[in-house]
């Protein structure tokens, strides 16, 4: 908390191996639910269950990124926050940011984009 409220950054994205919020084979991690967004942070990015999600959680995206390899897992049931699900092949995400917006793509292992979702900043 001390640290996102007196960060100096222009974006503050929180890491963490266990997602707060989850639709995977491990779902949530309830003791990870903080309120990230009002502390100061733009984005979260976490792994542990093996497949992409996005969540929209306090109006800031939340990643659950763990298709990196090791097998995939299946979704349970969608969260209300789930935005966007995917376990149809591996892959990764890219992140870029300039002053004014935050964008991250998550692509297939052969290249394919399979989604995309920017943060913007007041100019």
Known sequence: QQGLTASPSLWNIVFMHHPPYSSGAHGSSGWMQWPFAAWGADALLAG????????????????TDGAGGGGLYDFN??????QFRYKADFG????TANETVLR?????????LIDRVQVSRPK
């Open 104 to 112: 991250f793509e998550f692509y297939s292992r052969v290249g394919m």
């Open 48 to 63: 542990h269950d093996h497949l992409y999600e996005r969540l929209l959680v306090d109006g800031i995206p939340y990643f």
């Open 92 to 95: 990764a995400m890219l992140v």
């Open 77 to 82: 049931d969608p969260l209300p926050e789930s």
